[in-house]
């Protein structure tokens, strides 16, 4: 494991990309909990929003 990975996977989520149309979400943190899902376009939307900066909370 490189040097800050841990907080890296400490803080991730992972994303399944084998099913056509959904995207589901889990937290690393958790693996045995909840995972709720979206549709390919919301979460394409979701992650150009995050690149965007439109989730940033003001400094």
Same mark, same amino acid.
């Given at each position: ?8 996977? !400490? ?18 943190? !958790? ?16 992650? !150009? ?11």
């Amino acid at each position: 494991m490189a040097a800050g990975t841990k907080f890296m996977v !400490d803080q991730c989520v992972e994303v399944a990309t084998n099913l056509p149309g959904l995207v589901p979400v889990r937290d690393m943190k !958790d693996r045995e909990g909840r995972t709720p899902a979206c549709t390919a376009d919301s979460w394409v939307a979701f992650v !150009d929003g995050v690149k965007s900066g439109e989730f940033d909370l003001p400094a």
